[in-house]
């Protein structure tokens, strides 16, 4: 495997040419702000917080999706970069119902954390205030769209760890909405396997266990890796 | 505001939030700090949107807001305009106005 030198942030940053920028910079002790990204699943660059800055391209590029390169020079933290990655987050915010003080994953989400992370301590945008439903159908989980991000990892796991397909994305713009085989309430989508992925890699409040409260929603991600790591490297051992 | 797929972001929500400023704006409820939200919102969708359709969905804002600002600052709330509305022979791209 040929291995490729690159610079993160002005520093030396060796890689193995098929390593994403976002690998490279995490073994580089350089963390990017992801949502979307779930290690284990494919990548797909649609929450756009990894986007860096790859010098000689006048697109920003998704460092989750894109591969390294020999002499690559990145910039993953300029004032811009912050700035838009903050403007995300308001947008996230706005566009569905995020009362943290009321919802399951306060304190374990995903989200909350960036926004603290990121100094995102305001939305100057106007609420959207969405009125979906809270799908409580399926014995033991959970789904609250006024939640929900869309960053699809419930769609992937379901689809690529577990097999079963029973997420999707039906709507389109801000209508969109994940739902469970075609589009029946998840009690009665007989493709799932009540495995439980889904709920373990959701990063919001929007999937949750049945019988969870305000801040009770915390979630086992190890276990998922390590079903991951036991597929594809064939090794059980933690 | 049909054309988002939803898939990234930037689009999905900040189409939204671009129709809603500039629903704002027509109604004569914005106000500058509207305004300035509204450049701002512009420059990020077209710079981090996912695919063409977010990259280029702020252009007609954009231009508008160069070459008819003076058009944008007439409908802003009264108390908020600057005082002598500027004429709109300097266009004008700074996007932090
Ligand atoms: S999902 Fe996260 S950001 Fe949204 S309300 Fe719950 S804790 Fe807050
Ligand atoms: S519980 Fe498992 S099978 Fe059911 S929807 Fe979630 S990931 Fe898919
Ligand atoms: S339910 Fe959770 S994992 Fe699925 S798209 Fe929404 S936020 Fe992402
Ligand atoms: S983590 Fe790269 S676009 Fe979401």
Redesign the pocket.
């Known amino acids: 495997m040929a291995a490729k030198t690159l610079t993160i942030d002005g520093k030396m940053v060796g890689a193995h040419e098929d390593q994403t920028i976002l690998e490279a910079a995490r073994d580089a002790g350089i963390k990017i702000p992801t949502l979307c990204h779930l290690e284990g699943l494919s990548d797909l660059g649609a929450c756009r917080l990894c986007l860096v800055e790859v010098k000689g391209s006048n697109r920003l590029q998704p460092a989750c999706a894109i591969k390294v390169a020999e002499g690559m020079e990145v910039q993953t933290h300029s004032e811009r970069l912050q700035k838009y990655r903050r403007m995300i987050l308001e947008l996230l915010?706005a566009e569905r119902?995020?009362?943290?003080a009321v919802?399951?994953?306060?304190?374990?989400?995903?989200?909350?954390n960036l926004?603290i992370e990121l100094g995102m301590d305001h939305v100057r945008f106007d609420y959207r205030f969405s009125g979906f439903d809270v799908d409580i159908t399926h014995n033991r989980y959970g789904l609250d769209h006024n939640?929900c991000i869309l960053c699809t990892r419930c769609v992937r796991v379901c689809n690529e760890v577990e097999g079963a397909h029973t997420w999707d994305v039906a709507g389109r713009g801000a209508d969109a909405r994940v739902i469970t085989d075609l589009k029946q309430p998840w009690g009665e989508a007989d493709s799932c396997t009540a495995c439980g992925k889904c709920v373990m890699a959701c990063p919001?409040?929007?999937l949750f266990y049945k019988g969870s409260t305000v801040a009770e929603m915390e979630r086992d991600r190890t276990r998922l890796e390590f079903i991951v790591t036991a597929r594809e490297k064939k090794q059980w051992i933690v | 505001m049909d054309e988002s797929c939803g898939k990234c972001i930037p689009c999905r929500a900040g189409t939204v939030q671009m129709h809603h400023l500039l629903t704002k704006i027509l109604d004569g409820k914005a106000t500058l700090k509207d305004l300035q939200k509204l450049e701002e919102l512009c420059d990020m969708v077209k710079n981090t949107s996912l695919c063409g359709l977010g990259q280029t969905a702020p252009n007609p804002v954009l231009s508008t807001l160069r070459f008819f600002r003076h058009e944008y600052l007439e409908l802003l709330r009264p108390e908020s305009a600057p005082a002598p509305v500027k004429s709109a022979t300097t266009p004008e791209v700074s996007t932090h106005a």
């Open positions: 915010f119902n995020h009362v943290c919802c399951v994953s306060n304190g374990h989400c995903e989200l909350q926004a939640r919001t409040g929007a």
